[in-house]
């Protein structure tokens, strides 16, 4: 084992040089526009292409009851037209260039992707002005994508297990905070929307001052201040949209909660734990016991419920968050296990991480697992421009980018054993089970 870590110390190390080689923190500049616009720029002609992220401070966590979901449905509303890019001319012109697109839509983030030839960047800029200025609300259009939505919403939760659970775990474990309600919304919300809400909510958040913009790739910084200037420049500023200000209580007793699910054929369980935002500083600790709990089949999860046939599968998710989010633990119970004991075998392995802490040997595989991932993302113009952004938005600066490394090193089995300790506890933690049918699980 001890040759494997080596191997991969080694490996680590030659990618980090070679990253560390191509681009530093010195290589990022940025401006922003009288607007309120921010643009960072990373010249980077490794290759004859770039990309443009476009960061909207804008996610699920803006919402307010009868509401939810709108701000994934501006995710599709922006490809169904403007003043001067009518109905599917986005994609049409984007891909007559030579480029493609995509976008997601998170808890706090609505991000939009172009990639592109380097020689496309003035067409990139064009398209993107006209939707954030001139977007088409038109009700024919809204009532079209309406449906979309919805029918996205059915599929998703009729398609995932994990979806259906999450859902219903969420509205628990959160009694006041707007992460309560899913991405994608709920099904009585969609059906309500109505074109004041959204035209009032397109004018408020996709301002210019509600959005980070980063293009990397063969281009020049001169080049891409003057387009951004010529055409995102003239579009006027909004008001500051206002702060989310709910803090969620302290949760004193563990939560718990059922949901029947005709189609699943053994007993899912959730656990969620509530855990600080991204900016905190055990975030890099609890990012590393994620990985100890379930990446890869050394993983404790893998080794004690999947190797002994308790589970099926067993996964983590820890989300980035602007505001205190939850450490989410999923189990699919083999068949003829009962969802009482692969709950209580979920959580010895979690008290004994509490208890007993973890090995330097196991914390130094996750840590090159971990870092590993993080310089071949970095080895993209894609990877780098996503990545910048996420830690300009989630921690606070993009040049705590460059320090991550560092901060992954930095964590011992002391650490780990004292989050878990810290956050992974009963009177945190919600409990939610999904099976066929309640009482047989």
Do not use: C
């Amino acid at each position: 084992m001890k040759r494997s870590f080596t191997a991969l110390t080694l490996l680590m190390g030659l990618v980090a040089s070679s990253v560390a080689q191509a681009t530093t923190a010195e290589d990022i500049k940025s401006f922003t526009l009288d607007n309120g616009m921010k643009i960072m720029v990373l010249e980077d002609a490794s290759i004859p292409n770039a990309n443009m992220y476009l960061f909207w401070k804008v996610g699920s966590r803006n919402e307010v009851p009868g509401i939810t979901g709108i701000s994934h449905f501006f995710e599709h509303m922006m490809f169904n037209g403007s003043k001067k890019y009518g109905p599917k001319m986005f994609d049409r012109t984007m891909e007559a260039a030579g480029g493609a697109n995509n976008a997601y839509t998170s808890e706090d983030l609505t991000v939009y992707t172009d990639w592109f030839p380097a020689n496309a960047l003035e067409t990139m800029f064009d398209l993107e002005a006209d939707r954030i200025a001139h977007l088409d609300i038109n009700p024919e259009m809204v009532e079209s994508e309406r449906g979309v939505v919805a029918s996205e919403r059915t599929t998703g939760l009729e398609n995932s297990n994990w979806r259906t659970l999450q859902e219903a775990l969420k509205g628990v474990a959160f009694s006041a905070h707007p992460y309560s309600w899913s991405v994608i919304g709920y099904e009585s919300d969609i059906a309500a929307w109505t074109l004041d809400d959204l035209v009032q909510y397109h004018k408020t958040y996709y301002a210019p001052n509600n959005a980070i913009v980063v293009v990397a790739g063969d281009v020049k910084f001169d080049e891409v201040k003057r387009l951004a200037t010529q055409y995102f420049g003239p579009i006027p500023a909004q008001a500051p949209p206002k702060a989310v200000r709910t803090v969620e209580p302290e949760q004193k007793g563990e939560r718990r909660l059922f949901v029947e699910k005709a189609s699943v054929s053994t007993p899912n369980v959730m656990l969620a734990y509530h855990v600080p935002a991204t900016s905190d500083e055990d975030y890099y600790a609890l990012d590393l016991l994620n990985s100890i709990l379930s990446q890869g089949n050394s993983s404790r999860f893998y080794k004690s419920l999947v190797d002994k046939q308790v589970a099926l599968a067993a996964e983590t998710y820890l989300p980035m968050s602007f505001d205190p989010n939850l450490f989410y633990i999923l189990g699919v119970a083999n068949q003829g296990v009962e969802a009482q004991v692969l709950e209580k075998a979920m959580i010895a392995q979690i008290n004994l991480i509490s208890t007993e802490g973890v090995s330097q040997d196991e914390l130094e595989k996750v840590k090159n697992i971990k870092l590993m991932e993080f310089y071949q993302t970095m080895e993209t113009i894609n990877g780098k421009a996503n990545t910048l952004g996420t830690y300009e938005l989630y921690f606070g600066s993009f040049e705590k980018l460059f320090n991550a490394p560092e901060a992954y090193n930095k964590v011992t089995p002391a650490d780990i054993q004292r989050v878990a300790a810290k956050y992974l506890v009963k009177a945190n933690r919600t409990v939610g089970v999904l099976a066929a049918k309640e009482g047989a699980e």
